[in-house]
T-cell receptor, first 113, second 114 residues
Framework: EPEVTQTPSHQVTQMGQEVILRCVPI?????FYWYRQILGQKVEFLVS????????KSEIFDDQFSVERPDGSNFTLKIRSTKLEDSAMYFC???????????FGPGTRLTVT | KQEVTQIPAALSVPEGENLVLNCSFT??????LQWFRQDPGKGLTSLLL?????REQTSGRLNASLDKSSGRSTLYIAASQPGDSATYLC?????????????FGKGTRLHILP
C-alpha cells in the first residue's frame, strides 16, 4: 500500500542553523501539508500546498518557514534560522483530488539545541 | 474558531474490556471527522474517517460514531488488547470550500493492562 515517507527520522541542529525536512507524498496525490507537534501538545497545522503554491498557512508559518516541491516527487519544509521552540515532530501529509482524507507520514523529530 | 476536546486525557483498563473514547468539537459545521492512532514517538495512523452525512463507521473491533448536531464523536474499542495501547487522536475538517486543514484534539492516552 502506498505511503507517505519522510526523511530524516530525527534531525538535531544548532540554534540559528537552516534545516530542510523532506517528504515524498503518495504518487497520485496533489495536495500536500505540513503539521507539527510540540512534545505533549496538539498536532498543529502549518501549511497546505497545491499546484505549486501555498493554499493556506497558519500564524506559526512565518517568514522563517518555506515549502517547495523541487521535483515531481519531493515536498520540503525549510526552516531558515532554527529556534529552540522549533523543536517538535514535523508531519507531512498528502491527499488526492476528490478525497478529503489526508495520509500522514511517520514524522521527522527536530531537536534544536 | 473550531476547538476539539478529548476526554479523558488518559485511561487505563484491563485487557479484554470494552471502552469508549470521547471527542467533542465546538463548531458542528464539519466535513468529516477522523480518528487516528499515535504510538509513542511515531506517526499518525488513520483508523476511521466519518463523513458529516454518516452516523458511524466500523473497522474490526473499532466503531466510531458521529453526532454532528451535538458536536460529539465516540470511538468504541471492543475486547481491548495490550497492542491497543497508544494515543488516540480525534480530528475534524471544515466543510468543502473552507480551509483545508485538519484540527486535532490533544488525544487520549490509552493503556491496556495485561
Amino acid at each position: 500500500e502506498p505511503e507517505v515517507t519522510q526523511t530524516p527520522s530525527h534531525q538535531v541542529t544548532q540554534m540559528g542553523q537552516e534545516v530542510i525536512l523532506r517528504c515524498v507524498p503518495i504518487s497520485n496525490h496533489l495536495y500536500f501539508y505540513w503539521y507539527r507537534q510540540i512534545l505533549g501538545q496538539k498536532v498543529e497545522f502549518l501549511v497546505s500546498f497545491y499546484n505549486n503554491e501555498i493554499s493556506e498557512k497558519s500564524e506559526i508559518f512565518d517568514d522563517q518557514f518555506s515549502v517547495e516541491r523541487p521535483d515531481g516527487s519531493n515536498f520540503t519544509l525549510k526552516i531558515r534560522s532554527t529556534k529552540l521552540e522549533d523543536s517538535a515532530m514535523y508531519f507531512c501529509a498528502s491527499r488526492r483530488v476528490g478525497s478529503y482524507e489526508q495520509y500522514f507520514g511517520p514524522g521527522t523529530r527536530l531537536t534544536v539545541t | 474558531k473550531q476547538e476539539v476536546t478529548q476526554i479523558p486525557a488518559a485511561l487505563s483498563v484491563p485487557e479484554g474490556e470494552n471502552l469508549v473514547l470521547n471527542c467533542s468539537f465546538t463548531d458542528s459545521a464539519i466535513y468529516n471527522l477522523q480518528w487516528f492512532r499515535q504510538d509513542p514517538g511515531k506517526g499518525l495512523t488513520s483508523l476511521l474517517l466519518i463523513q458529516s452525512s454518516q452516523r458511524e463507521q466500523t473497522s474490526g473491533r473499532l466503531n466510531a460514531s458521529l453526532d454532528k448536531s451535538s458536536g460529539r464523536s465516540t470511538l468504541y474499542i471492543a475486547a481491548s488488547q495490550p497492542g491497543d495501547s497508544a494515543t488516540y487522536l480525534c480530528a475534524v475538517r471544515r466543510p468543502r470550500g473552507w480551509d483545508d486543514k485538519i484540527i486535532f484534539g490533544k488525544g487520549t492516552r490509552l493503556h491496556i493492562l495485561p
